[in-house]
Each structure stands twice: as structure tokens, then as C-alpha cells.
């Protein structure tokens, strides 16, 4: 079956700017996570979602970034007033949940954003 | 709080060489989960394995191995008879139960020469 998809693949924006950032999970997949990889690291978490709620956000940077998934499936991770600092691999994951334990999480290509 | 090290930021070796990736955690956790993932150059990561922290069996994946050792907090792994294609970059990550988010190491860059 089809993996999980991100949209765009590249972003390019200008300092100040707003961004937003999509992820389509796998089907049947209840959990979502959203990580951030900057150059040579590994990806650092930015938050989780099981079904629509945020269950855990304690990775987002700031209050500049906020996620959403309205409906349990796709969910789009906003951040306003972009910096450049900003600039990284955004990557998406989703994952069945058995039993409260987490399960595999399987990646998404990520979206590279890049703000000049 | 968890910590995952790869201390081998890169390495690099001839086609048909056996190499092994080097991985160390921090946990106080006695329930956690342990992976590998990989990643080439085109940037998705790749799921290779899942162990829990009950099983220590070693695993055997075609040339791929893997090595869980509790007494040394390590999850090493090995690609026998390595290829080309292994070339990418190559994360171990942990989960502790309970918790969703995946603690990476650093990745190590392994450089595969024909």
C-alpha cells in the first residue's frame, strides 16, 4: 500500500514569512509524529498526534510552530514567522498504536524547508 | 531522560568488507524498544528492525545482524559482505514504553567504494 506522503518535497521562503507543511499518513493509521532534521543530526521530535489530538507537543520549539490534524488523518504543521534557523528536513511519521504500545513508525520522504 | 550515541560519525570501506555500526543507549527504563533505520541519499528513512528489551536473541536479516547486548546498553549491527547500495546513512534510535517519540543518535555515514 502507499507510504506516508509530504507536501511539498522542497519550500523555499523568505524570512518573516508563513509556512505550512503536509503530511499524509499511512491509511488505518491512527498516530502521527512530526520531526525535525537539521544537517548531519538525527531527527529530533516536534509532536504527536493519536486520532486528532496533539498527545504530547513538548518538542515544538515554540509558539511559532503549531500542528493540526483535524480529521485523524492528514495533518499540517504550520510555522509562522519563519527564521532562518527554521531551515531543516521536516519529516512525518505514522504508526498503528496496539494496545497503548507504540508500534513501528514508518517515515515519510520529508519536506526541506528552507528559509533565506 | 533517554540518550542514543553512535559515536562513528562515518565510515567508509570496500565492496565485500564486513562492517559493523556501533550503537549505545541511556535508560532507566526497563521497557523500551530499540531500532534501526536507514537512511540514502534520496532522504526517506527506512525501517529495518524492532527489538524490545526482553529479547535479546540475535538477529540475522540476510547480510544484515544485529547484536542487542543489555550488559553494555549496545544494539550494534553488521552488514556482512557489504554492497554499494549499503552506502547511506544509517540511525539507531530508542522508545521507552509509554512514551511516542523516538530518541535518535547522531547517524553514522557509511561510505560503501566499488
Known amino acids: 500500500g502507499a507510504g506516508v506522503s509530504q507536501t511539498p518535497s522542497n519550500k523555499v521562503t523568505e524570512k518573516g514569512k508563513y509556512v505550512e507543511l503536509r503530511c499524509d499518513p499511512i491509511?488505518?493509521?491512527?498516530?502521527l509524529y512530526w520531526y525535525r532534521q537539521s544537517l548531519g543530526q538525527g531527527p529530533e521530535f516536534l509532536i504527536y498526534?493519536?486520532?486528532?489530538?496533539?498527545?504530547?507537543d513538548s518538542g515544538l520549539p515554540n509558539d511559532r510552530f503549531f500542528a493540526v490534524r483535524p480529521e485523524g488523518s492528514v495533518s499540517t504543521l504550520k510555522i509562522q514567522r519563519t527564521e532562518r534557523g527554521d531551515s531543516a528536513v521536516y519529516l512525518c511519521?505514522?504508526?498503528?498504536?496496539?494496545?497503548?504500545?507504540?508500534?513501528?513508525?514508518?517515515f515519510g520522504p520529508g519536506t526541506r524547508l528552507t528559509v533565506l | 531522560a533517554q540518550k542514543v550515541t553512535q559515536a562513528q560519525t562515518e565510515i567508509s570501506v570496500v565492496e565485500k568488507e564486513d562492517v559493523t555500526l556501533d550503537c549505545v543507549y541511556e535508560?532507566?527504563?526497563?521497557?523500551?524498544?530499540l531500532f534501526w533505520y536507514k537512511q540514502p541519499p534520496s532522504g526517506e528513512l527506512v525501517f529495518l528492525i524492532r527489538?524490545?528489551?526482553?529479547?535479546?536473541q540475535n538477529e540475522i536479516s540476510g547480510r544484515y545482524s544485529w547484536n542487542f547486548q543489555k550488559s553494555t546498553s549496545s544494539f550494534n549491527f553488521t552488514i556482512t559482505a557489504s554492497q554499494v547500495v549499503d552506502s547511506a546513512v544509517y540511525f539507531c534510535?530508542?522508545?521507552?514504553?509509554?512514551?511516542?517519540?523516538?530518541?535518535f543518535g547522531q547517524g553514522t555515514r557509511l561510505t560503501i567504494n566499488p
Open positions: 511519521a505514522s504508526s498503528l498504536m496496539l494496545a497503548g504500545v507504540a508500534d513501528t513508525q514508518y
Open positions: 534510535a530508542l522508545i521507552i514504553q509509554g512514551a511516542q517519540k523516538l530518541v
Open positions: 498526534f493519536q486520532g486528532t489530538g496533539a498527545a504530547d
Open positions: 491509511s488505518g493509521h491512527t498516530a
Open positions: 535508560t532507566r527504563d526497563t521497557t523500551y524498544y
Open positions: 527489538r524490545n528489551s526482553f529479547d535479546e
